[in-house]
């Protein structure tokens, strides 16, 4: 009996996917300053982007001014998020990582709420795959709750983009390293006093193509760097990991969207292909993560089936 149990569960362990490489060197605390280092982000580009642009000018690019009101329920969380997470930390004795000098590339309304919505994707993405590297339950109590109210700013900013704001059946894991990646792009500097966190930048990998993009549709990217002849394009979205050969036009990387992704996606540049499901290991990545937005196709249910 107890050895079926075992088979069973053996079995059933090779059908879960494997979202996010453990790392060892990481400690809670190094968790939390990680994840005040994102709040602050988002705080500050919140409280730029309603400092500068009235809500008149919101209503004039088509947004509602319900829309607004919104947003600014929005700022309220990411300044008490900062406020907790600060205080967490501080309640550890140590001392809380501060706010940046950042560089926001929007110019409107429009190109604010897409990065808004590009930011709390991450910001989910970040909090989710952080949730698997946090040894405290408590700790993860905090972050499984502050990724539930990032992910109702992500479907919040998607539905008035325009986008499908429940995308994907599942959320997106991304690693501490994959993450900064993509934050890191938006620091000028830090404050000389903030403690270093055990966090590298990837070369960057930048899509070359319009988003959003449908699946079958071949997509470009451009990497920082000689991309070999024998890497891959791994994307990432859900619980799905899908590797392509990559194949070069010029110094562009092109590659079909597999039809294995939905949503806010991330595409990567691997040294191998890695295997459905599995996660992306840091000593795998070459270039990116990219943000690509994959419209999802019709929405597919059988109404018997219960
Ligand atoms: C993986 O992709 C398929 C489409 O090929 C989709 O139906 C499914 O929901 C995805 N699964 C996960 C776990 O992300």
Known sequence: MKSYAAAALLLASTAISHPIEKRADITDLDILQYALTLEHLENVFYKGGVSTMSQDMFVAAGFSAKYYTNLLY??????????????????????????????????????????????????????????????????????????????????LQRFNLGEIAAANPYGTALGLNQVFTIAGAFIKSCPASNPTLPLKAFPGLTATQGNPTSQGIPFTFQAKGTVPASAFVTFVSGLNTTSVPVTMKGNMISAMIPNTIAGQSYAFITSSAIAAGMSVTDNMVLFGPAVIEVTPPSPMFDIKEQ
Do not use: R, W
Not at 78 to 103: F, M, R
Not at 119 to 141: M, P, R
């Open 74 to 155: 929005v700022v309220n969380d990411e300044q008490d998020h900062v406020q907790y997470l600060t205080d967490a930390i501080k309640s550890t004795g140590a001392t809380p990582v501060a706010a940046c000098e950042y560089n926001f590339p929007y110019k409107d309304p429009m190109s604010f709420v897409a990065l808004a919505s590009v930011l709390e994707g991450v910001g989910t993405s970040a909090y989710l795959g952080g949730a698997g590297l946090i040894q405290s339950k408590d700790y993860l109590g905090v972050a499984g709750s502050i990724l539930v109210t990032e992910s109702i700013h992500t479907s």
